[in-house]
């Protein structure tokens, strides 16, 4: 009997863990890691949930810690699980993007990632 009850419970708790929408990236460009070829106009962060637009941020820092992009980030009008953000033309050099979201549920995810601007 204590056994079942313990069983259920957990599996109680794995459901209600997998029903929670909180958003992770699926996919970025430039892409984790990646060396461009050219200038990237802007960075896209694609999610595997919709986005709270108000509190869903994006900025890309330069090696010096400076950030480059003007506006903070927005989520795409169509595409409720797009993350993107305008760049200046950037010289060559490492940048790091920093990302924190807030998923429909409200709950948030951040992470960071770096890429570089070749020659
Ligand atoms: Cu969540």
Known sequence: MRTSLAIAALLGLLGSQAAVPHAFPEQAEPRVGAVTDGLPSQVRIWFDADLEPAFST???????????????????????RLLEARLPPLP????????????????AT???YTFTVGR
């Open 58 to 80: 994006l900025r890309v820092l330069d090696a010096q810690g400076r950030q480059v992009n003007r506006d903070p980030g927005q989520v795409n009008a169509e595409q409720e």
């Open 92 to 107: 060559p050099g490492v940048y790091h993007v920093f990302w924190r979201v807030i998923a429909r549920d409200g709950h």
């Open 110 to 112: 951040e992470g960071d």
